[in-house]
């Protein structure tokens, strides 16, 4: 992706209206179906009929694109010698500003067209934005479209570790930063991984003594990112790497310290933390060194590591850029997890302090480390999409489903978590209230992780399905399709699709911490809620609203403290995780 300043498209919202698919006359192929998928969306383009050679699809309301990428796989058969039927899928990889920037007008419409193996898509553009009153609005993407990845500027020198900062914060398989040459890093250039579309990168090299290019490269940038328009488009954070120096080593480099004296004229609001990285070299050098002496017991060790931190870091740190700079230390090393979460709160609570409550939220999306954050953005996400009067319950579940979905940001390549079966196993036992499992209070997370082992040890050795049945057809129940009333029941299938749904979210993030999601994890993260805390989860919402005669704020007041009752700690996750006996194999799938 170009470094260069962006161009007006950037900024611009595109909403497809319409897809047209056209074979070549010329070609023997013939179009089975298409599948468009774009941010956490897939949608399915039957052919019409027998006889129809050519496929579209309208939408209304027209689809708002908030990532770059959008694919189109358009499902072929065509005959070969007359006799053998084949197959073929062709895929079409678009880009949203390749999309904006080469529509024409036709017919007082905009239009993209875009040609491949004679197969023609021509995609319409809505001339306004879908926005509607009596349209059900999604918070997540109000949110996306303002700001819809969070840029995140990473400067250091080589080998102070900001590859495996950056993957382990947002649990990426690769990053481009200037981690084994000088002089690689191009600080223009927006690194995005494609298995988190919720984060960009800019990396800058160290600013090492004699060399004043990179600090004057670094100045500018930020200048001109601070000058543009558009959140989406300015950095949002600046992370500062150093490495914890060793005994009578120097600390900053003369350019590092010009930057932090000027920080507040360089970079204005923009939050930056210092962040002294390789803390378990650290700790490991100075245990070493004391078991050794023998000198230290457990009491006189830690306050050894408090004391020669804050004389080889955090002293010289003030002593240049003031006592307010922040700053905290980290290890990648899995057993200092928490570090990374500190980093990410002290972000997330800068962020949206100083610059945008917007950035602040994409942040908590695009990190893939602090359960306790997605939490609360689930829950930030509910208060403006409670709304439903006039909508069908089908039409209140969706918007519910993808604001949920969208907060969680798990590496969904083939859009499982949107997709209607997903859908129909989260809607099938809404109206279900068994007994609950348990009278007495319960930890969930030990629960869940009881029931993960349960459903594992069952299937060690030949893998098999996971029993959890969803039925035939496209919709289990049929009440989805009634209009939404200010009845009991009504709000009782609400708040219960919102609080199961955020609970298998939590298991899924236990279960998957890397990699993509598939069926199979899905199926033993909906089965260990079923079994762990389900039935509680039921019989309170029953219960609430068997003799409420409250409103809309106090069934979100209920259902908060329904996901805080049932919810996964952070500092509890990565215990959790071990407590599992057998690893999910994240690679194995199977159908619904």
Known sequence: ????????????????????????????????????????????????SEQAKDLSATFDPALAVTTERVSLSVHCQYHTMSVFLRKTIVNFSLNRKDILSNAVDRDGQREYSTTKEKITVVIAMSSVSPVDTRQLQSTSSDILQICPKFRLLVIGKTGVGKSSLIQQAFKIKKVHVSEHRRGEANINEEFVAPENERFVLHDSQGFESGDSSCFTV??????????????????????????????????????????????????????????????????????????ESGEYDEAALKALKIDTLDKLCIQPLKEVAGSDILHTTVSTNEEYESTIRQLIDLTTANVEKFVASEAALTMMIAQRVDIGLKLRASIASLGSSMDFIGFTMLDCLSVIHKDIIDVWNFNDPHCHLASDQFKQLMQ?????????????????????????????????????????????????????????????????????YIVDLTCVMQILFLLAPTGSISRHVIKIAIKAYEEAGKSNVHSEIQSYVSVTRSGRDNALEKIVGLINDHSIKAEEVQGLRTKIKFPVDLQEDEEW
């Open 428 to 496: 099938k036992d809404l109206d279900k209230v068994d007994p609950p499992h348990t009278s007495e209070a319960f930890v969930f997370g030990l629960s869940v992780v009881s029931k993960i082992a349960e459903i594992l040890t069952s299937l060690d050795g030949p893998i098999m399905p996971i029993a959890v049945t969803i039925g035939t057809g496209m919709v289990l129940v049929k009440w989805v399709y009634d209009t939404y009333q200010q009845t009991k029941i009504a709000l009782q299938r609400i708040m219960t």
């Open 218 to 291: 670094a100045k500018n940038f930020i200048d001109c990112r601070r000058k543009m328009p558009k959140l989406q488009d300015k950095i949002h954070a600046v992370w500062l790497c150093l490495s914890i120096p060793h005994a009578n080593e120097r600390l900053l480099e003369n350019g590092i310290e010009e930057f932090l004296k000027l920080r507040k004229q360089i970079l204005g609001n923009i939050p930056i933390i210092v962040v002294f990285t390789k803390h378990d070299v650290f700790v490991d050098k100075l245990e070493l060194d004391a078991d």
């Open 1 to 48: 992706m170009s470094g260069n300043t962006p161009t007006a498209v950037a900024s611009v919202p595109l909403h497809i209206s319409s897809i047209v698919i056209r074979l070549d006359d010329a070609s023997k192929k013939k179009v089975d179906s298409a599948e468009l998928k774009l941010d956490s969306q897939r949608r399915e383009i039957p052919r019409s």
